[in-house]
């Protein structure tokens, strides 16, 4: 694959996560506030996210396993977490927090535990394809080539 | 914490108790040409400002002299963006106890929440806030800072003239909702608008 053919890859891609409502324009954001002094931004910020989703999804499996469950910290786990992953442009992540948060006013325990099995699942979906795109871009920078300015193709 | 602050640019404290959102806080300020210094805490904003007790401010020989006017040119805060909902000590509790200390309170603050609660909102710009970002923050949002710090810099130069309220001739008048532009003081309205 020439860098062209990696570039356009790139695109449809980037494009794909998009029209799926994996990413919204807050990831956009990201990558305009990217730029030559700052060649790493969108990958730091976003594995910073992906540590701390890490953190507050263990953190909530074990408080929605105690026997009594606190629904006020799980309420503040989730907070975090739909912050964070709205900072980020992560947006089926954010609408199952949005979801969970539902389940914790109602202190409804069974409605929390399913919707801790959707964000987890979310997460890892999400993660997964940023790190498809983090390693096409990888190869394009590897091949000489430069990552495409979404806004500059009219996106 | 030792801080060397360019004399002409504008140096902002970002207080979120998120790394997430202060890496993309401190990005974005930097991106407009700030200097910025990043706490995760109320307290240690505090702390960085030098209020950790008043009385006791100058004592502590460990932590620096802080003074956001002229008395020490060493660390200048020209503004303070922090973020509404962090444990221990709110935006808000952050923004009062600013407000009321004397060597603090001329410093513009700006809250930042995920949460659009009008009642929040009002609150916080009724207790002296100069703007309220819902978050994500954009860049649009960061272009609105630099009225309040240039504002806040002339008043240093010229003590005898108080220019947070009443006209103003050469600066934006504060504005004092995200969508309501007003030359009076009179007729800002405290009102969330298109929020």
């Known amino acids: 694959m020439d860098v062209g053919q990696m570039r356009r890859?790139?695109?449809?891609?980037?494009?794909?996560?998009?029209?799926?409502?994996?990413?919204?324009?807050?990831?956009?954001?990201?990558?305009?506030?990217?730029?030559?002094s700052n060649p790493d931004f969108v990958v730091e910020v976003v594995s910073l996210f992906f540590e701390d989703s890490e953190r507050l999804l263990n953190d909530l499996t074990r408080a929605l396993d105690q026997p009594s469950v606190d629904f006020k910290l799980v309420d503040s786990y989730v907070h975090q977490l739909k912050g964070s992953s709205s900072s980020i442009g992560a947006s089926r992540v954010k609408n199952a927090c949005i979801a969970f948060r539902n389940f914790c006013e109602e202190q409804n325990v069974e409605g929390c535990r399913r919707c801790l099995q959707q964000v987890k699942q979310e997460n890892l979906l999400v993660k997964n394809k940023l790190e498809t795109l983090f390693r096409m871009e990888q190869q394009i920078v590897a091949a000489g080539g430069s990552i495409p300015n979404m806004e500059q193709i009219g996106f | 914490m030792g801080v060397a602050v360019k004399p002409n640019q504008f140096h902002v404290l970002a207080v979120d108790d998120s790394i997430i959102d202060r890496k993309l806080i401190e990005r974005l300020l930097k991106t407009s040409s700030y200097q910025?210094?990043?706490?995760?805490?109320g307290s240690k904003a505090l702390e960085f400002l030098g209020l950790i007790d008043?009385?006791?401010e100058q004592e502590d020989a460990d932590i620096p002299s802080v003074s956001p006017k002229n008395l020490n040119q060493d660390i200048e805060v020209n503004l303070i963006i922090t973020d509404y909902c962090m444990p221990e000590m709110t935006g808000y509790d952050l923004l009062r106890k600013i407000k009321e200390s004397k060597s603090l309170k001329d410093i513009p603050v700006v809250i930042m929440s995920s949460e659009n609660v009008p009642s929040r909102i009002n609150r916080c710009l009724e207790e002296g806030a100069e703007e309220f970002f819902l978050k994500p923050v954009q860049m649009e949002d960061v272009s609105k800072l630099r009225?309040?710090?240039?504002?806040?810099?002339?008043?240093?130069?010229?003590?005898?003239?108080?220019?947070?309220?009443g006209m103003e001739e050469e600066n934006q008048s504060p504005e004092r909702t995200r969508t309501k532009y007003n030359n009076s003081l009179e007729d800002v309205q405290l009102v969330v608008g298109d929020l």
Request: no cysteine; proline share 4%; aromatic share 8%.
């Open chain 1, 9 to 36: 890859q790139w695109v449809e891609y980037t494009k794909s996560l998009f029209m799926e409502g994996f990413l919204d324009s807050q990831f956009e954001q990201l990558q305009q506030l990217q730029d030559e």
């Open chain 2, 36 to 41: 910025v210094t990043a706490v995760d805490s």
């Open chain 2, 54 to 56: 008043e009385d006791h």
């Open chain 2, 147 to 165: 009225p309040h710090m240039m504002r806040n810099k002339a008043k240093d130069d010229e003590p005898n003239i108080n220019k947070r309220k």
